[in-house]
């Protein structure tokens, strides 16, 4: 019963996430769906990322929480247009929240649209909202059991991006771990290490964003 | 339509979740249902806890996870009975699950049963298992806006402990905020702060636990 119901509400979704991705098309605009836990850096993650590329690609930000525009405000910090979803109390972003916010999104004057998930390591993957891919933020303070324990994320990211590596000396953290087990689940998953707090492998990660090509 | 489904889904499962506490009432059982982010650390948490206790308070655990059975093969370490639940997809334990493997719980044989739900900060809190308390822990690593940001997972809790904060030293976290912020939300919510890593804290924890009542 309950299986059912999620299965008609997931091709739903399915359906509005096509029609987003259109429009996306139509504009010439790149978009990442970039999901992580809560806490994991996806915020300053993207502050840093646009400061890097400084100006070499025109991104947009749409933020998604359950509550507050802490996020929004932060983004709009560095000068590029921001638009922040409420979700009340979903986990996840869905195609239909996305599609409701589009016309504040100058879809006409972006290279680049990052849709920045709730923090969540599981719903939001079940969820496409029209992204071109799925980039993936992992803390290494979460520990090197998470890929395992949370196989759809891995599975469905083009990219993980691993976080905050300047504590790893204070960690007992396998990175190698980490790697071998995500890229088990996803033998063409690419993997970037940064430093949210230093800056450490940021200009690597928005380096290989600006090569992107649109499919 | 997605609401009313929603809401329809909660309300059997309320019920589920009644029987539940009929039957740990039955047997003097206090539960506790342990929600927090992916990689908080609430399997280091009990397992440092049941070994602080050291007998003094009888312990079962039920173990959340999407897949695999790292945490509960770790917890079966200590000696304690371990039930290993896997959701596949689900974002949270529900009433139903824990219903499902009561019969592999040694109900009479225990004091207290520590119900560990997936590592999520916002489903686990909508869905009751039947627990007498929702005990949240929050490590320290993830920031100091998660209470304005997950704001229903600090309501629903009676208590909230701090993870890692022997990381403290090393990130730019507000601890007092966190404190601010979750008793703004949750006047009477009980704070601890521990370390999982060197053990701090774990003890003062232990016995407020030992203190509880069954209602």
């Known amino acids: 019963m309950k299986v059912k119901v999620v299965t008609r509400i997931l091709?739903?979704?399915?359906r509005i996430a096509e029609e987003n991705r259109k429009r996306f098309r139509e504009h010439n605009v790149l978009v990442i769906n970039l999901m992580s836990a809560p806490g994991a850096g996806?915020?300053?993650?993207?502050?840093?990322?646009?400061?890097?590329l400084d100006g070499a690609l025109k991104i947009g930000v749409i933020e998604g929480?359950?509550?507050?525009?802490?996020?929004?405000?932060?983004?709009?910090?560095?000068?590029v247009p921001v638009v922040q979803i409420n979700t009340g109390g979903a986990c996840h972003l869905d195609a239909n929240m996305i599609s409701e916010v589009l016309p504040d999104v100058p879809l006409g004057e972006l290279d680049v649209l990052i849709i920045e998930n709730v923090?969540?390591?599981?719903?939001?993957?079940?969820?496409?909202?029209g992204e071109d891919m799925k980039v993936m933020l992992l803390s290494v303070t979460e520990g090197h059991d998470k890929p395992l324990k949370y196989p759809l994320m891995f599975r469905e990211s083009s990219v993980m991006i691993l976080n905050k590596i300047d504590l790893l000396d204070r960690l007992d953290v396998d990175?190698?771990?980490?790697?071998?087990d995500a890229l088990s689940l996803n033998p063409s998953i690419k993997i970037f290490e940064v430093s949210g707090k230093t800056g450490e492998g940021i200009s690597a990660w928005a380096e290989w964003l600006r090569g992107q090509k649109l499919p």
Do not use: Q, Y
Request: proline letters at 2%; a negative charge; charged letters at 35%.
């Open 11 to 14: 091709e739903a979704n399915d």
């Open 42 to 52: 996806k915020t300053t993650l993207l502050e840093k990322t646009i400061r890097a």
């Open 65 to 79: 929480d359950i509550a507050g525009t802490d996020d929004a405000e932060r983004i709009s910090g560095t000068g």
């Open 119 to 129: 923090g969540n390591l599981v719903c939001p993957a079940e969820f496409k909202v």
């Open 175 to 180: 990175i190698d771990k980490i790697r071998k």
